[in-house]
């Protein structure tokens, strides 16, 4: 028996995992050796090509395209429509599915709607990518991106809420009290 939700109009091909608690919702197709983990959310109308590994606790919106080559970790939120390639230069005529480059999107990041990310770029740790960004380079841990191409414009915590740093390059995230450090570039968050 299964220990997954999987609606009626959804397609699960062989040779996939699925964890335990994870709901597939109406018109989606999970291709050919994917793993999903526990208590992923994958919406309508969502492929997820062969070979895609999805961490637990993954949220994947409405009519999304996961493209062979994506790994997502732990806590990723892809947002409604959002995109990943997985070919820099794609022509119809020429077959490179040998060719395919791996995009990592690391624990806790967000990709928000309409974006597009293009492939070979990896996502930071809680990075937060905003609606309809398109992302052509590496993203830092904890960053927030917007705009095409996407531009940094700030940092983000763990809860989602925006950073200020003060003079000794410390911020504190208004709902969760953490305590985040920026050095040399990068944000860390500190231990309690």
Not at 74 to 95: C, E, Q
Not at 137 to 146: D, H
Not at 170 to 178: D, F, L, T, V, Y
């Amino acid at each position: 028996m299964n220990q997954y939700f999987l609606h009626e109009s959804s397609f699960i091909d062989e040779n996939c995992e699925v964890g335990e608690g994870t709901k597939i919702w109406h018109f989606s197709h999970i291709m050919s050796g994917c793993k999903i983990g526990r208590n992923c959310n994958i919406g309508q109308n969502v492929v997820v090509s062969p070979g895609v590994v999805l961490g637990n606790n993954v949220k994947v919106q409405n009519n999304v395209s996961i493209y062979t080559g994506v790994i997502c970790e732990d806590d990723v939120f892809l947002g409604p429509s959002m995109v990943f390639t997985n070919i820099t230069n794609p022509r119809s005529a020429v077959i490179r599915r040998d060719q395919y480059e791996k995009t990592i999107v690391r624990r806790g990041a967000t990709i928000g709607a309409n974006a597009t990310i293009v492939c070979g770029n990896n996502i930071g740790e809680f990075a937060f990518i905003g609606a309809g960004s398109v992302i052509t380079k590496e993203v830092p841990a904890y960053a927030l991106l917007v705009g095409n191409p996407a531009k940094q414009i700030g940092w983000m915590s763990e809860y989602g809420h925006r950073l200020h740093f003060n003079e000794e390059n410390i911020a504190i995230c208004s709902e969760s009290k953490e305590k985040y450090l920026l050095e040399n570039g990068n944000v860390r968050k500190l231990a309690s």
